[in-house]
C-alpha cells in the first residue's frame, strides 16, 4: 500500500489571479486554435470545445449548431451512419468525431462506418477509443491496431488521469489523451468504485507529462460554469470536453418531459443503468451501474449556452492578459482558496 500525501485539486479549489492586460475588450480575445498532431500528422484549426460522445447529449442537431462555431462533436459509439451522410458536408466534416470501444465487434463497426463514410468523402479527421478504465493493456494493443488501420486520423483515447499511462498511450500511436475518470456530473465512478483523481490536479500532471511528448490532452468532465473552461486551459487542458453544460437542450437528442407545467430532458452517464438498458439490453450481472440518471430543465437553444460559455472564456483571457486561449496556460497563476463564491445568497 501508498499513500501520496499531496492534495489533489479539483476546480473549485482554486481560482486564477488577475494580471495586467494589454486586452481592451473581449472583443480582442482569438478563441481559435491551430494544432498538427504527433503521429497522424493533421492538423486542426476550430475552438478546442467537444461535446462529450454520450447519447443524451451530442445529436445531429447539435454537430449543426456546434460545426457553425467550428466547435467539435463526439458521437457515441450508436450513431447512425445514415444520419452523418445526410448532414455532414464538406465544410463540417473536420468537426465531428467518430467513437469507439475496444472489442472486436466494435472494431468491425467502425470499419463498417469508415467505409461508408469514405465512399462519400466524408470521413472524419477525428477517432475517439473510448473505455472508462484506459489502464487496461488491451486498449493499448487496440489503439495500435487502430493506428495501422487509419494512419492519416487523429486517434483520442482514454480515459486516465495520471502520468504514466498519459505517456505509453501518446508513445503508442495516440495523438490525444482524454484525461478524466469520475469527475462528470452523472459519473458515480469514484462513489462505487473509490477510484479517480480530481479533475484540475489530472489535468496539471497528464498535460505535464502529455506536452513533453508532444502530445495533447483532453479534459474530459467537470465542466460546472464557464470560468472553469478557463481553469482547465490554464491547468494545461488542450481541449476540453462537456457533458453536462451541454445537456438538457433543444438539440439534444431525447422526448421533452413535461412535470408540473415544467420542461425536462433526460441525461445519464454512458456507464448508468439507462444506458445499458438501452444498448446491452441491462446490467451484465459481473458489473455494476457506474452512472446516474437526471431529469434537466430544458434550457432552450444551444447557441444562448454557447455564447455564455465563449464569453466567459473571453473574460478570463482578458482578465489574465491572454490574447488567444493558448495562452492562457501561459498567463495562469492559480490561487488555492476555501471558496470560489460568495453563497450569502444561495
Not at 35 to 46: A, C, Y
Not at 168 to 182: F, H, Y
Not at 221 to 232: F, M, Q, R, S, V
Not at 265 to 294: C, D, P, Q, W
Request: with cysteine; proline share 2%.
Amino acid at each position: 500500500m501508498k499513500l501520496e500525501n499531496d492534495i489533489k485539486l479539483d476546480f473549485n479549489d482554486v481560482l486564477l489571479r488577475p494580471k495586467r492586460s494589454t486586452l481592451n475588450s473581449r472583443k480582442e480575445v482569438n478563441l481559435i486554435r491551430e494544432f498538427k498532431f504527433k503521429h497522424s500528422n493533421q492538423t486542426w484549426s476550430g475552438v478546442p470545445i467537444i461535446s462529450s460522445n454520450m447519447d443524451t447529449v451530442s445529436s445531429i442537431d447539435m454537430f449543426k449548431v456546434l460545426s457553425e462555431n467550428k466547435m467539435l462533436t463526439c458521437f457515441d459509439k450508436y450513431i447512425d451512419v445514415n444520419a452523418l451522410i445526410a448532414n455532414v458536408n464538406q465544410t463540417t466534416k473536420d468537426y465531428y468525431i467518430l467513437s469507439t470501444g475496444i472489442t472486436e465487434a466494435n472494431l468491425q463497426h467502425l470499419n463498417s462506418v469508415m467505409t461508408s463514410l469514405k465512399e462519400v468523402n466524408l470521413e472524419p479527421k477525428f477517432i475517439c477509443i473510448d473505455v472508462a478504465n484506459g489502464y487496461m493493456f488491451q486498449l493499448i494493443e487496440f489503439c495500435k491496431t487502430v493506428r495501422k488501420l487509419y494512419p492519416d486520423k487523429i486517434l483520442i483515447a482514454g480515459n486516465v488521469v495520471s502520468r504514466e499511462v498519459t505517456e505509453e498511450l501518446l508513445i503508442n500511436a495516440i495523438d490525444i489523451v482524454k484525461v478524466g475518470i469520475g469527475s462528470g456530473a452523472v459519473c458515480t465512478t469514484r462513489l462505487q468504485t473509490g477510484v479517480g483523481m480530481p479533475q484540475f490536479s489530472a489535468i496539471m500532471e497528464c498535460s505535464d507529462a502529455a506536452h513533453g511528448l508532444n502530445g495533447m490532452i483532453i479534459s474530459d468532465g467537470g465542466i460546472c460554469h464557464p470560468g472553469d473552461l478557463g481553469k482547465a486551459f490554464g491547468g494545461g487542458a488542450d481541449f476540453v470536453m462537456g457533458g453536462s453544460i451541454f445537456a438538457g437542450h433543444d438539440e439534444c437528442p431525447g422526448e421533452v418531459i413535461e412535470e408540473n407545467g415544467e420542461k425536462y430532458k433526460l441525461f445519464y452517464g454512458m456507464s448508468s443503468s439507462a444506458a445499458m438498458e438501452k444498448h446491452h439490453g441491462g446490467v451484465a450481472n459481473y458489473r455494476s451501474s457506474e452512472g446516474k440518471s437526471v431529469k434537466i430543465k430544458l434550457k432552450g437553444p444551444l447557441q444562448n449556452t454557447i455564447n455564455d460559455l465563449l464569453g466567459g472564456l473571453r473574460s478570463t483571457c482578458t482578465y489574465i492578459g491572454a490574447c488567444r486561449i493558448k495562452d492562457i496556460n501561459k498567463c495562469a497563476t492559480f490561487m488555492r482558496v476555501n471558496r470560489i463564491v460568495n453563497t450569502f445568497y444561495k
